[in-house]
């Protein structure tokens, strides 16, 4: 090579490492074959490596200076010295993320945090509405008591791997028609951790927790629903080594109730009253949700409530009673919507066949021709409409 090394860099006799690497990173970046495909580039990109291999190693830099041969003698083509780190290329155009020319990444932690859990929790219509607070069984991952993490037996402690000695992670060199390119991997004998294990605690086999059943007391909030997921920071799993545990998550799942129907904060429910009555109109008295809930004698809170059915209610008419719904998460509370079916008698004994047939006289109503309008589409025709735009 007749050109000068430090010319071919574009740098000072007199640069110090950090100019030298800067240097390198920006001509590789220009000249590499995966992103100049110019057929001079590839002999431009073999130059400035070979002129990097040689002043970014201090030996080689040295006997240059001196005029001496950098490889010594050995032939002087490229690639047939030691060779430079696929990590310097990595540098050039990811900023040093493959390690930099120091090295890799070091040994992987021990200690690491631990992962979430999950548990679902059935809870009733009337604890979802107004809070309950529960104790929960877990099964999760615990710091071991006997190593307390450390993953090795009482009296002995982990020890630096002597296969990559205490780095994590081994050097595997290969050649390419760029010269020999040494690339990082974990240590196999060591698994990365840099540390080994000679004496694992026998209670938790060197992983430094165990798995355990404990007892957790959780508090649900008022206004809950199915899928709204309470956070026990810190209660789920304990890392490897004994690292920080994770979170614990409370899925909640309502269970159907027998009265009431949820929708968002709004409780619904469906009274069956019979034909007369609703002719005639009547009071009924209908439980609340709160009935669900054990309520002391002197609370005030009411258990049921009148509702008014005025002469005359047809089968389908809904009234709304505003703020006796679910309680929301943010505040606020919902409505309790009642919707009236009248009940038409199926079977009549002959007086009663005889009543009606003398009120239908009455009422000019023996052969009613009865009221045809336009029928309402279906929620199904509703949605197929929607979806065709209509």
């Known amino acids: 090579m007749s050109q000068d090394l430090y010319d071919l860099l574009g740098v000072d006799r007199d640069a110090d490492d950090t100019a030298i690497k800067k240097a390198y990173r920006r001509l590789a970046r220009q000249y590499h074959p995966d992103v100049n495909p110019e057929p001079e580039a590839q002999d431009k990109f073999k130059e400035i490596s070979r002129a990097y291999e040689v002043l970014s190693d201090p030996q080689k830099r040295s006997a ?50 631990g992962q979430d859990a999950l548990i679902r929790l059935e809870v009733d219509l009337a604890e979802a509405a107004f809070g309950v607070t529960r104790e929960l069984k877990v099964d999760t991952a615990v710091l071991c008591t006997t190593c307390h993490g450390d993953g090795a037996a009482p009296g002995s402690h982990p020890v630096p791997c002597e296969t990559c000695r205490g780095q994590g992670e081994v050097a595997h060199v290969q050649r390419s028609f760029l010269g020999e390119i040494r690339t990082l ?76 129907t949820r929708h968002g904060n709004d409780l619904h429910c469906t009274v069956t009253v019979p034909m007369t009555a609703a002719a005639l109109g009547t009071s009924l008295t209908l439980p609340t949700l709160e009935a669900d809930v054990e309520q002391d004698a002197d609370s005030g809170v009411e258990t049921e409530f009148a509702l008014e059915i005025p002469a005359g ?38 007086r009663q066949e005889e009543l009606l047939r003398e009120l239908a006289a009455i009422r000019g109503e023996e052969t009613p021709t009865g009221q045809v309008k336009p029928g309402s589409k279906s929620f199904f025709g509703r949605l197929r409409d929607a979806f065709d735009g209509h």
């Open 64 to 113: 240059y200076d001196r005029g001496g041969d950098p490889f010594g003698g050995a032939g002087g083509g490229f690639g047939q010295g030691p060779g430079f780190s696929f990590t310097d290329i990595m540098d050039a155009f990811f900023g040093g993320q493959a390690g930099g020319a120091g090295g890799g990444r070091g040994p992987r932690p021990r200690v690491r945090r």
């Open 313 to 350: 209610t047809q089968s389908g008419t809904e009234q709304v009673l505003r703020g006796r719904g679910v309680p929301g998460l943010r505040g606020g509370r919902g409505d309790l919507v009642v919707s009236v079916a009248v009940e038409t008698p199926q079977r009549l004994d002959a």
């Open 185 to 260: 991997r974990p240590c196999a004998a060591c698994r990365g951790f840099g540390t080994i294990i000679p004496e694992p605690c026998r209670e938790c086999s060197g992983d430094g927790r165990v798995r355990s059943r404990r007892t957790l007391t959780v508090k649900i909030p008022a206004g809950v629903d199915t899928g709204t997921r309470v956070q026990l920071a810190e209660q789920g799993e304990v890392g490897p080594g004994g690292g920080p545990a994770g979170d614990l998550y409370v899925e909640i799942q309502v269970a159907a109730h027998p009265v009431f």
